[in-house]
Structure formats: structure tokens, C-alpha cells
């Protein structure tokens, strides 16, 4: 089974940008038949859906709250996801997570241990 490793977490002032990396456990590992979601979980709250990438084609979905500020995008190799995150705000603070889309069970799982960004002045 996959499973997915985030990073490229930390701190960050507002208005500031991050780029997270999700990749498979173990060395070069290829992504290309997979859709992988990026995710996050604020304290106190559930984890809420961000953008969303097929590996092969490139096709990609923002949910609102990013739309115009994230970009999902994956390396020429195929091994690895990423999220760019730019002007960022306070309520973009939260530990972020990746995820594959399980076709049979219609849900995305195989989460890492997550990255945390927190975004304050």
C-alpha cells in the first residue's frame, strides 16, 4: 500500500509563501496513476480538502479558500507532489497533509504524519 510523506512545513509571517513536497516512502517511488489530495487540519477542527492533482495528466482542483493563491503541481519524474503556497494567511495555519485517492472505498487515505505550517506575525 502507498504511503505518503509530507514536508516543507514551518513558520511563516503573513502575505509570506511555503512549498510543501508529498512523496512516497521508499527512493523514487512513482506517482503517475495516482490523484493526490492535499488536506489540512486547523486545531480544533477537521481536516478540510485543499487542492487536489491527477499525477498523469496534470489536471487540478482548488478548493475555494486557496483558489488563486495555491498552486498543485508534480515533478517531471512523477515522485513527487507539490503545493505552493503563497500570500498566506492566519487561517491557513494548520498541519497539512497528502493523500491518495482509493478508487473502491471513493476516499483519499494513506495519510503521512503531516507537516505543520502556522502563518503569524
Known amino acids: 500500500q502507498l504511503q505518503l510523506v509530507e514536508s516543507g512545513g514551518g513558520l511563516v509571517q503573513p502575505g509570506g509563501r511555503l512549498e510543501l513536497s508529498c512523496a512516497a516512502s521508499?527512493?523514487?517511488?512513482?506517482?503517475?496513476?495516482?490523484?493526490i489530495g492535499w488536506f489540512r487540519q486547523a486545531s480544533g477542527k477537521e481536516r478540510e480538502g485543499v487542492a487536489y492533482?491527477?499525477?498523469?495528466?496534470?489536471?487540478?482542483y482548488y478548493e475555494d479558500s486557496v483558489k488563486g493563491r495555491f498552486i498543485i503541481s508534480r515533478d517531471n519524474a512523477r515522485t513527487t507532489v507539490y503545493l505552493q503556497m503563497n500570500n498566506l494567511k492566519p487561517e491557513d495555519t494548520g498541519v497539512y497533509y497528502c493523500?491518495?485517492?482509493?478508487?473502491?472505498?471513493?476516499?483519499?487515505?494513506?495519510w503521512g504524519q503531516g507537516t505543520q505550517v502556522t502563518v503569524s506575525s
Open positions: 521508499g527512493f523514487g517511488v512513482s506517482l503517475d496513476y495516482y490523484k
Open positions: 493523500g491518495v485517492w482509493n478508487e473502491g472505498r471513493e476516499e483519499y487515505e494513506s
Open positions: 492533482i491527477s499525477v498523469r495528466d496534470g489536471g487540478a
